[in-house]
């Protein structure tokens, strides 16, 4: 193994690297030392509130000699693995790839020390050693990271994400995926025995090499009734049905004509938009024998204590929040699939789909229960575990979108200035339950850059591939059988040189509404307009993606990517049209309350660090 003196490594991550080692080795120091009062992060991120702590007085001058001593020994320990990665690492050019497989930057006696020094970052700080890792010379690149019963691929670099998008048809996702149906969802061993053993793919054929029978094809049973509901012959009612539910829900809020101080505008939105696309799958049937949404919303908060596996009389609200969603799926279901003798009217002429839900998702039901070894409790975890992948990302990414309309109101009077005027409240409702005013929304270039850019700033998810029967060729980068692929929407969203900045003037740091309009008559994706223009519809500027395959990726990509992604577009324009339409907001959060938390790094869409506060009334 060659090995080389790396250069020129990214100052950007070296840096981030630093800062945050010195935090962990702060707190670490603050924990084990006899400290009062100071302030420091909770979990390590840059990102994260600050809570009031115990710290030290200035004149305990020996403790504080002894705290700083800690602090530089934890620092060297922790920093030790990353410094020796730091100054050792494999020379690579284009013409010389290595293959990922034999890339051991350290190999022999230090390896399994690094990958314990690895999991710690992981699981303290995942934001920090994946762009440690990733970013070389200023570029996203494929790298390896030995966990400590793992070995994971980070595959960043926009013709490595393509690669891997186009070879996802024999994969699957599973170690992540059992991880959350075990821990968060509840779900009974069983079925997930079902779901380790199912090697098939989710492809409409099985893995020539996989036995499994047909009716155990977990993974293409799910996958495929994803895609068959959320992008079928049911979308247009699906979509129909959110706008009628949404707009309900926003006209029953208490809100007049004179302005009214609410505590948090994420819980707005979110309540709002989680509430009728949870009506648009399962009806209303589910929501109004239940307080299904407020326990979700909930339950949204609960998964980190479910990931740190807290047994139930800590963490006892948490799981009766769980054990209530539950219940309240078998209960749905079991009216759903005719058990107990309660049978919905099915026959089309007759079926309430408003009160009853997707048609489709009722008929999964029955090829789910096919299974062996399926039950009732199986399927409301199955249940469970949908109703989060489709609420969780898309309620926090709605309320960015909204508080950056609002906050700015140039951007405000450009946005109203795309979209219908209304007379009242019905007349929204109205407008917006047309198919083809829908259709003109979700086609503008200025509303879609400005979704499009709310998803690459605030989308941190992390997409999971694991080949089950073959190694696979990444360009010259080869990943062996059946070990972990990961790839960070987030890495691939903040660095690269793919991006439109204005010429450095727009930071990918920051939102900037503009990023994806481009000249109608340009061939260069780069030439955007000028910050401060002020769109019209005559304005000659066009939405474009053009050039930013593999690099704008908050839903993943190829045959696996999240089946529910035009469902989200739509969502998500056709509510920040309905805010936009019906209220002016005046958001009195300051910029600190705003920064996005890490908490759920890889998780989906960022939640902001606390509450936004703002006043709201009624335009119409
Ligand atoms: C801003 C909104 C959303 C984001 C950022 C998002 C992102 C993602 C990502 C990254 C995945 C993993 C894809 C992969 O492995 O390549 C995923 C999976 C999934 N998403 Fe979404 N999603 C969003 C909204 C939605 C909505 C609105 C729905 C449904 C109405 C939905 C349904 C699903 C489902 C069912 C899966 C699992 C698919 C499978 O494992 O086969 N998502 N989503």
Redesign the pocket.
Known sequence: MRITIRDKCSTNASSLFIQSTYRISRHFAMLFSNSTFATFPLDFGFDRPTVRMLSQPQHHSNEHMNHRALSVLVFCILAFPMAFKFTFTREHTPNDRPLLDSSIYISGFFRPIVSIFNTVYFVLSPKTILLYCTIAHGKPTPSRMDLVNETVHLVQGKEYINRL?RH?FGSR?LSL?VYLFKHWFAMPQKIIDKYLADDSG?GPKPHPLSSVETQNRT?RL??SV??D??SGSDTAS?CQRYVLRLCKALDQSDISMSWTSQPDLVDFVRGALTLA?TE??WGTHLTETSDFCGDLTEFFQDTRKYTYQLPRWLIPKAFARRDRLLSDLHRWQSFATGVDGHVAPWEDSKYNDGKWGSKRLRKWQADFLEMDDADAAGLASVHL??AW??????G???FWAVQEIFRDPTLLERVRSRLPRAQSAADVTSLLSQAQTREEICADPLLQSIYTEI?RLR?C?????RFPHDSVDLHGWRVPRDQICL?S?HIAHMHGDEWNTDGGKEPLNRFWANRFLVLKTDTDTKLAPPATSKLCPEDPWKFSLRGLEGVW??????P??????H??KH??LVTMAAMVMLFDIDIAASDRPLRASHANHGL??LLPVGKVPFSIRRRV
């Open positions: 998008w996802s996702a995926h989710s993974d799910s996958h994803f895609k509901v959320l699906l696309n648009a799958l575990t949908f992948a489709v609420n969780v990302s898309l926090p990414a709605a998803l989308v998810a992390f997409v999971v591939r790839v929407t990726i908050p839903f993943g990509g190829g696996r990517a999240c089946p529910g992604r469902l989200a969502h998500m989906g869409t």
